[in-house]
C-alpha cells in the first residue's frame, strides 16, 4: 500500500498557482515562469486586498536578479519602472551621528602599507573610505566615464515608486506567459496532504500542482488554511507600526542613498524618487501615541501632506513549504516596512524554491521541504539579528525607547559574534565568529554599524605617522573620483539621451 506522504512525494509538478499579486506574487511568478518556462503559471490577485506600498527601496540582489538571472532589458526596465538608484544608506544614528553604509567593502579590507583592517583608522572619521562612499557624502551617483558618461556599474540598487514597479512586473509577466487574473478567494479546499483547489467569488475553481502563498499578511493559505503559525521577533524588534507620508520634490537634491533617521520612539525612512520623497515613522506604540507618533513626523517633515497608519506584527513562520503551499513575501515573515530586506528575500526565497524543484526532478520531497525550511527560517532569524544591531547600540538620543533597546534587545545567534568583536575588534579573524557561513550580510555589514555607531572593542591599534599618512592618501583617492563623479539627475539625463547604450 502506497502511503500519502509517498503519494505527494511522487507527484510531478508541472503548474503553479500563486496567491497574490504586489511585488512578491509578480517576483515569484517571474523566477518561476523563467527558468521553469515549461511550467503553467497562474497569478491571481485581488483589488480588495491592499499593499503597504511604501516606496520600493532594494538591495544590489534586486537589479542583478532582474538583469542577470530573468534576462529583462534594461531599456525596458528604466522606461516603465523609472527607478533612481541607491548606492547605499545613510545612517543618522549612534555615537557618531552620521555614518554611511554601502553595497561594497569598507571596513572588511586592508589597503596596502596598513598594518590593520580599516575599521582600526575609523576611531574619528568613517567617511571616504571607499569610492562609493565618498560619491554619497558628496551628493553623487556614479562615477564619470569617456565623455562624462556614468559608470553604471557595480554593485548598486533602486529606489521604485511600488505602482510603476508593479506596472512594469506584470506587462514583462504575462509577456513570458504567466496568466494573470484578478479574482477574490473564497475559500480553499484541502486534504490531508495539502491544498487541492482554490474557489474564488467569480465562481472559478483552480487547480496546481504547487501553491504559493503572496497573499501578504493575510496569510490565505499557509496560515489560515494550512494552521501553520508565526514566530514572533518581538524579544528583538519592539516596533509595531508605521506613520508614512511624503510630497512632491521641489528643489531638494536627488540623492544616491536612503536615508535612515533615529526619532524618539523608532525611526524615520527617506525614499528618494525622481519627482517624490517618501518618508515613514517607524514607531513602537508602546512608547508613543499615534497622535504623538503624528506629531513628531510632522515636525520633522513639514512638507507632508496626507499619512496613513500601518500597523504590523513582526515575525515569520515556522515553515515556509507546508504540504503543497510555499509562502513567499510578507505571509512569509515581515521584520519593517522598509521594503528593501523584504525584496531581497522574496528574490532569495523564489530561487531557492526553484533551484530544489530542479534538483528533486520538479517534485516535493519531504527532505526538499525541510532544506528550504530550514534556509528561510534562517535567513529570517538573521535578517532579525541583523535589525537587532541597528537597535541595540543607537545611543543618538536619550529616551525611553531607546534605553529599552539597549537594555532589552536580543542579538539571537550572534550574541558570541558580538563578544567576540569586543575582543579582537574588526579584525579579519572575526569572520570565523559568524554563526552561518555564508550569510546574507557577510562581515561587512555588521562591521559597517558596529563601528558607524563606535561601539567599543577593547584590541585597540595606534596608527603609526606612516600609516596616518597612508591613510589620508587613500580617502584623498576616493575624494577625487567623488569631487568629478555625476549626480542623480545628471545620469538620469544621461541614459534618456537617444545616443545611450546599456551594451
Known amino acids: 500500500m502506497v502511503s500519502q506522504t509517498s503519494t505527494n512525494e511522487d507527484k510531478y509538478i508541472s503548474s503553479v498557482l500563486i496567491l497574490g499579486g504586489g511585488s512578491a506574487g509578480l517576483l515569484a511568478a517571474l523566477t518561476v515562469k523563467c527558468m521553469l518556462p515549461q511550467y503553467r503559471v497562474v497569478l491571481v490577485h485581488s483589488q480588495e486586498i491592499g499593499v503597504i506600498g511604501v516606496g520600493e527601496g532594494t538591495t544590489a540582489v534586486f537589479p542583478a536578479h532582474l538583469f542577470g538571472t530573468l534576462g529583462i532589458p534594461k531599456e525596458r526596465f528604466y522606461r516603465e519602472a523609472q527607478p533612481t538608484w541607491k548606492q547605499g544608506i545613510r545612517f543618522l544614528w549612534g555615537e557618531r551621528g552620521d555614518y554611511f553604509y554601502d553595497f561594497g567593502f569598507q571596513y ?136 508614512i507620508g511624503g510630497w512632491t520634490r521641489e528643489e531638494e537634491p536627488l540623492q544616491a542613498y536612503t536615508t535612515a533617521e533615529t526619532m524618539d520612539a523608532g525611526w524615520c525612512w527617506k525614499i528618494e524618487h525622481e519627482n517624490f520623497i517618501n518618508r515613514g515613522y517607524v514607531y513602537s506604540s508602546k512608547f508613543i501615541s499615534d497622535e504623538d507618533a503624528l506629531a513628531e513626523f510632522k515636525k520633522a517633515n513639514p512638507k507632508i501632506n496626507a499619512t496613513r497608519v500601518v500597523k504590523y506584527l513582526s515575525g515569520r513562520m515556522e515553515r515556509n513549504w507546508e504540504k503543497n503551499v510555499v509562502a513567499i513575501g510578507n505571509s512569509s515573515g515581515f521584520v519593517e516596512p522598509l521594503e528593501a530586506t523584504s525584496l531581497a528575500q522574496i528574490i532569495f526565497a523564489s530561487r531557492w524554491l526553484v533551484e530544489l524543484l530542479k534538483q528533486q526532478q520538479h517534485r516535493a520531497t519531504a527532505a526538499g521541504r525541510e532544506r528550504y525550511n530550514r534556509e528561510m527560517g534562517r535567513a529570517w532569524d538573521e535578517i532579525r539579528d541583523f535589525l537587532a544591531f ?20 536580543h542579538l539571537g545567534e550572534f550574541q558570541e559574534f558580538f563578544e567576540m568583536y569586543q575582543k579582537i575588534g574588526p579584525a579579519p579573524e572575526l569572520v570565523n565568529a559568524l554563526p552561518f557561513k555564508p550569510n546574507i550580510y557577510g562581515i561587512e555589514g555588521y562591521l559597517a554599524h558596529l563601528i558607524g555607531m563606535k561601539v567599543p572593542f577593547h584590541a585597540r591599534h595606534e596608527p603609526t605617522a606612516e600609516e596616518k599618512t597612508l591613510w589620508q592618501k587613500h580617502r584623498r583617492k576616493s575624494r577625487l573620483i567623488a569631487s568629478a563623479a555625476l549626480t542623480s539627475e545628471e545620469a538620469l539625463a544621461a541614459i534618456r539621451k537617444p545616443e545611450w547604450s546599456w551594451k
Not at 115 to 138: H, I, P, R, W
Open 108 to 243: 572588511d579590507l586592508q589597503y596596502p602599507g596598513m598594518s590593520k583592517a580599516t575599521g582600526f583608522y575609523c576611531d574619528q572619521e568613517c567617511t571616504d573610505l571607499n569610492d562609493v562612499c565618498a560619491m554619497m557624502q558628496d551628493g553623487k551617483a556614479f562615477a564619470s566615464g569617456p565623455l562624462n558618461k556614468p559608470l553604471i556599474k557595480g554593485e548598486y540598487a533602486f529606489h521604485i515608486e511600488n505602482e510603476k514597479l508593479v506596472r512594469c512586473l506584470t506587462n514583462i509577466a504575462i509577456e513570458q506567459g504567466v496568466i494573470i487574473e484578478e479574482d477574490t478567494l473564497q475559500h480553499a479546499e484541502q486534504d490531508d496532504l495539502g491544498i487541492t483547489a482554490l474557489h474564488f467569488t467569480s465562481g472559478r475553481i483552480h487547480h496546481a500542482d504547487l501553491y504559493i502563498d503572496a497573499s501578504g499578511f493575510r496569510s490565505e493559505l499557509i496560515g489560515k488554511a494550512l494552521g501553520v503559525t508565526r514566530n514572533s521577533f518581538s524579544k528583538a524588534l519592539f516596533c509595531d507600526r508605521a506613520v
Open 390 to 409: 541597528h537597535y541595540k547600540f543607537n545611543t543618538l538620543r536619550d529616551t525611553a525607547f531607546w534605553k529599552h533597546c539597549q537594555e532589552h534587545t
